[in-house]
């Protein structure tokens, strides 16, 4: 029922702000569309904490990325000229296409202390969608649709499951849900797709008779069907339809290596516009210009 568990690796963004990288992993670079995953926290920011702990604007191209708190609120800026705070179950959805730049700060825990705590998701673009038009919506409420029975909390953050559709527009089939489960509860998992994984966010479940907890994601055959918490437990359950090779630079996604050495260049120019209110300063390029390894959905 479990293809493979792959755990957290801690990873320092700078400024106090730690967060456990899962994908991508060097076994499994993709699941479905998703490409990378980090989980951000739990932690504690103290009112006045200094201006290194915001991620400051950086460019991205043919992805989308997704951000998700259980908590906390963080303050999105970016080229196309958005501006809105993300809080505990909304959803900042931000396409970046042929190019994108954005800046992460945490104005509230700034001026009044914060606890932090969730997920941001890449999701690759297929080829036919990675030089679109740039582009950012923000979904709560009806758009992010929520359920409730035998001790499971649902709410469903993107594409289909559950029978139920969120109003995130997606580029390829895929779902993304966050369910909070009362000890002993058992959840479905859902099926349909090619490619799906569970992450525990906190708590322990039980897959196939097998215990996993906290920080570990567990990438899932297509006879697993259910999981059970063993204590009260968040878990992230996620997945798609593959997209084929994609290669990974810094913040850049595509399955061209020549494209993200052209990305680099123009951002090392000074070519990719900064967010209007936020252009003050910007993270620079890493050293090392040579693309990663691919991924493979």
Same mark, same amino acid.
């Given at each position: 029922?479990?293809?493979?568990?792959?755990?957290?690796?801690?990873?320092?963004?700078?400024?106090?702000?730690?967060?456990?990288?899962?994908?991508?992993?060097?076994?499994?670079?993709?699941?479905?569309?998703?490409?990378?995953?980090?989980?951000?926290?739990?932690?504690?920011?103290?009112?006045?904490?200094?201006? #290194?702990?915001?991620?400051?604007?950086?460019?991205?191209?043919?992805?989308?990325?997704?951000?998700?708190?259980?908590? #906390?609120?963080?303050?999105?800026?970016?080229?196309?000229?958005?501006?809105?705070?993300?809080?505990?179950?909304?959803?900042?959805?931000?396409?970046?296409?042929? #190019?994108?730049?954005?800046?992460?700060?945490?104005?509230?825990?700034?001026?009044?202390?914060?606890?932090?705590?969730?997920?941001?998701?890449?999701?690759?673009?297929?080829?036919?969608?990675?030089?679109?038009?740039?582009?950012?919506?923000?979904?709560?409420?009806?758009?992010?649709?929520?359920?409730?029975?035998?001790?499971?909390?649902?709410?469903?953050?993107?594409?289909?499951?559950?029978?139920?559709?969120?109003?995130?527009?997606?580029?390829?089939?895929?779902?993304?849900?966050?369910?909070?489960?009362?000890?002993?509860?058992?959840?479905?998992?859902?099926?349909?797709?090619?490619?799906?994984?569970?992450?525990?966010?906190?708590?322990?479940?039980?897959?196939?008779?097998?215990?996993?907890?906290?920080?570990?994601?567990?990438?899932?055959?297509?006879?697993?069907?259910?999981?059970?918490?063993?204590?009260?437990?968040?878990?992230?359950?996620?997945?798609?339809?593959?997209?084929?090779?994609?290669?990974?630079?810094?913040?850049?996604?595509?399955?061209? $290596?020549?494209?993200?050495?052209?990305?680099?260049?123009?951002?090392?120019? #000074?070519?990719? $516009?900064?967010?209007?209110?936020?252009?003050?300063?910007?993270?620079?390029?890493?050293?090392?210009?040579?693309?990663?390894?691919?991924?493979?959905?």
């Amino acid at each position: 029922m479990i293809e493979m568990v792959i755990e957290q690796r801690r990873r320092s963004l700078g400024g106090g702000l730690e967060v456990g990288r899962v994908l991508p992993f060097a076994k499994r670079r993709m699941v479905g569309p998703f490409v990378f995953f980090d989980h951000m926290g739990p932690l504690d920011l103290a009112a006045g904490v200094d201006r #290194g702990v915001d991620v400051r604007p950086h460019p991205h191209i043919g992805l989308s990325t997704v951000t998700y708190l259980f908590a #906390g609120e963080m303050m999105h800026r970016d080229s196309v000229g958005s501006e809105l705070a993300v809080r505990p179950h909304e959803v900042n959805w931000m396409t970046a296409g042929r #190019g994108i730049t954005h800046s992460e700060r945490f104005e509230k825990a700034r001026a009044e202390g914060d606890h932090l705590h969730g997920i941001q998701a890449w999701v690759a673009l297929p080829t036919e969608f990675e030089e679109t038009d740039p582009s950012f919506s923000h979904h709560e409420g009806a758009d992010l649709p929520q359920w409730e029975a035998a001790g499971v909390r649902g709410q469903l953050i993107a594409g289909n499951a559950y029978g139920l559709t969120a109003g995130v527009k997606t580029h390829s089939p895929l779902f993304y849900a966050h369910l909070d489960l009362d000890g002993g509860a058992k959840a479905e998992i859902p099926s349909g797709h090619a490619e799906r994984a569970l992450y525990v966010a906190a708590g322990e479940i039980e897959v196939g008779g097998m215990r996993y907890a906290t920080g570990q994601m567990l990438v899932l055959s297509a006879q697993a069907s259910h999981f059970t918490a063993v204590q009260p437990s968040t878990i992230m359950v996620l997945g798609g339809e593959p997209l084929g090779q994609r290669f990974l630079y810094w913040n850049f996604v595509s399955s061209s $290596k020549d494209r993200l050495e052209q990305a680099a260049a123009d951002w090392r120019a #000074g070519r990719m $516009k900064l967010p209007d209110a936020d252009d003050k300063e910007f993270i620079p390029l890493p050293e090392d210009p040579a693309p990663s390894a691919p991924a493979m959905s």
